[in-house]
């Protein structure tokens, strides 16, 4: 919390036959960032190692039967949790053994379901062309006997009928229509044997469908539809049963195979990262970052898995050539608790914090609450936000963290409307325990700035800490550093002292006008100054002032005015945060004079009660988005554009199957 987890940096040599059991633990304890060695000095030698690519595409071929068999089945069990990390060498064999076992079992029923599933479709389709021919009574049977007869039946557009029976006059024939099917008709076409090939000609110039009946139909065509309905029942009553054998087979080996799918997948990657390591005469390297407080976990397991013929050392990171120069990034692991985490996705929208900068998202998670909660407070709409939260984080797995966000902001609400007295806007429910935010807006408008000087003075106390991590003192005369931090803050008193009293002593004007004095030229000369040691030092024999001083002297002014009107405008950009919050005190009323005029209007309270809740609910989501909205821009831009540098590198878990960045 406030600082991302100390790593420090491994190097694990092994023989080529141990590596196996090093993937294994390292896949056991996931927190290890791979480096790829074309990073470091080894891999600029080429003494980079392959994967292999025959035990990879033997977990490929795996996964794929896999999937085959959970698509069939769709068991519905739930996910088994890999309490143990498998070898990579040796777990295809016994997925392969397994696999082989289920599909003598699984296969036949799969292959003969989906067999009768594309039978069944076939069959229905011909029973529908065959009821749209019923009312011709045909007679099959007697169709084939006529051997000097051809017919075909199929669907015609409608205003093809005279076309077809131009084109046809020529020659002996018959269309009878059965019936009319939506724009088009059912019709039956007959012609002599030898003019084949022009009722074919025909037809297909006046755009018709053929019905494409199977050849073997006997009988009457009521008799061929009342045997084929036959065969569809014994087909669908095969299907039925096969179905619960699936759904049975499902529930017996469901487990098994989701269980075999994710060690198949953790083999897979755990053979991928193979690519980032190095390799020195049948001796694998592997390199990375892992937390201090893991390093002798770390040790005493692969020394145990490898019967003592690993090296394992590690290395602090200021002691790195390459961190020092920059060349190689510290990544970022964050540290916070369980109900602050979910805030992290939030930084990271922002940036990676660099490994020596303050981690802000516990500051970013408590001013977002309260932010959230000045400005959308109310018990009940916040019950609403807590409830819509609860379900996310209880059905939508991948949006669990927004979820937590989501019941959070609720909670703060609730709260803050405890504070106003507000229930879905009623305020003659519960009396406010602090204030009513439309009976007082002097003093709504005071909280909200003296809330965004906080929240700028913490800024600049993060900033100020990153400044002496990084050792750059020089840079704590500037605006954005103490000095700046000592002038925003010497002009915040004063002007909380004026709006709280309404008057300010002489004595406190002579002493913030000689100190703001003071610290305007220390800002001011810092950067000249420093520069121009800088050029005596390089210089010992020229003493002579530098001819750039005086455009650093210009520079160095519109760098600190910039700087002091964005102190007033970040203060002041705080305002929102009333007028939000005055808004959405507004909105309710806007909805209760729309519902009071409805009631006037029809004398029923129905439509009062649905004027209120549409009102509520149109609210929660249009306000509830933009003051969400408008809470992370003040976070990002007053708070976080203090002090946050970004440009680090999140840390990769060798589980998680993503490349680092």
């Known amino acids: ?201 025909a037809l297909k110039s006046s755009f018709l469908e053929p019905l494409d009946l199977p050849s073997g139909l006997q009988g009457p065509i009521s008799t061929a539809i009342g045997r084929l309905a036959g065969v569809l029942r014994d087909l669908e009553a095969r299907l039925a049963l096969l179905d619960r054998q699936r759904k049975a087979q499902g529930e017996q080996y469901g487990a098994s195979l989701l269980e075999a799918r994710e060690k198949a997948i953790l083999c897979s990657q755990l053979l991928r990262a193979q690519e980032k390591f190095g390799a020195i005469d049948h001796n694998f390297i592997i390199t990375g970052w892992i937390p201090v407080d893991l390093f002798a976990t770390l040790e005493e397991k692969i020394d145990k898995a490898t019967a003592g013929r690993a090296l394992v050392d590690q290395v602090d990171p200021e002691h790195i050539r390459e961190v020092r120069s920059g060349t190689l990034k510290i990544p970022i692991l964050f540290n916070n608790p369980l109900l602050v985490r979910p805030f992290e996705k939030f930084t990271t929208l922002y940036g990676t914090p660099m490994y020596d900068e303050v981690e802000p998202t516990m500051f970013l998670a408590l001013s977002f609450l309260v932010l959230f909660g000045m400005m959308f407070g109310d018990v009940g709409q916040g019950a609403v936000l807590f409830a819509a939260g609860y379900l996310v984080f209880r059905r939508l797995f991948s949006f669990m963290d927004y979820g937590i966000i989501l019941m959070e902001c609720g909670v703060s609400s609730m709260i803050f409307g405890f504070l106003y007295g507000s229930v879905f806007g009623f305020e003659d429910l519960i009396p406010p325990l602090w204030m009513r935010p439309m009976q007082h807006i002097d003093t709504f408008m005071r909280i909200s700035i003296l809330l965004g000087i906080t929240i700028i003075s913490l800024g600049f106390a993060c900033n100020v800490v990153n400044l002496l991590r990084r050792k750059k003192y020089g840079d704590l005369l500037s605006a954005s550093g103490l000095a700046g931090a000592l002038f925003y803050w010497l002009l915040a008193g004063l002007g909380m002292r004026y709006m709280l009293s309404g008057a300010i002593g002489r004595g406190e004007v002579l002493f913030a006008q000689v100190a703001t004095g003071l610290l305007f030229a220390v800002m001011l000369f810092q950067k000249p100054v420093r520069s121009l040691l800088l050029q005596l030092r390089r210089k010992n024999r020229a003493r002579q002032l530098p001819k750039a001083l005086g455009l650093s002297l210009f520079e160095s002014l519109i760098e600190v005015g910039d700087e002091i009107l964005r102190f007033m405008a970040n203060t002041v950009s705080f305002v929102r945060v009333a007028a939000f919050g005055l808004t959405h005190a507004a909105l309710f009323m806007a909805v209760f004079s729309l519902a009071d005029m409805v009631r006037s209007a029809h004398g029923r309270g129905f439509s009062y009660w649905l004027i209120v809740a549409a009102g509520n609910l149109v609210i929660i989501l249009l306000e509830g988005m933009v003051v969400s909205i408008q809470t992370l821009r003040l976070e990002y831009y007053e708070f976080f554009s203090r002090f946050f540098r970004g440009g680090g590198r999140p840390f990769r878990p060798i589980l998680t199957g993503s490349d680092e960045e």
């Open 1 to 201: 919390m406030f600082k991302t987890v100390r790593l420090t940096r491994v190097t694990i040599q092994c023989p080529e036959d141990r590596i196996a059991p090093v993937m294994t633990v390292l896949g056991e304890l996931r927190l290890l960032h791979l480096i790829r060695i074309e990073e470091t000095h080894l891999g600029r030698m080429g003494f980079v190692a392959g994967v292999d690519r025959e035990l990879l595409g033997r977990y490929q071929d795996l996964l794929a039967r896999i999937a085959r068999l959970l698509d069939g089945l769709q068991p519905a069990v739930p996910m088994p949790q890999i309490t143990r990390i498998p070898r990579p060498d040796r777990e295809h064999f016994r997925i392969s053994e397994q696999l082989d076992r289920l599909e003598k079992t699984i296969l036949p029923v799969l292959e003969e379901l989906e067999q009768g599933r594309q039978r069944l479709a076939e069959e229905r389709e011909v029973l529908e062309r065959l009821r749209l021919l019923e009312p011709a009574d045909l007679d099959f049977d007697r169709l084939a006997t006529l051997g000097y007869v051809t017919w075909t039946a199929g669907l015609l557009p409608q205003e093809n009928l005279e076309r077809l029976e131009e084109s046809l006059s020529d020659v002996y024939h018959v269309l009878v229509v059965v019936r009319k099917k939506d724009d088009r008709y059912v019709l039956v076409a007959m012609a002599l044997d030898d003019d084949r090939e022009v009722l074919a000609r």
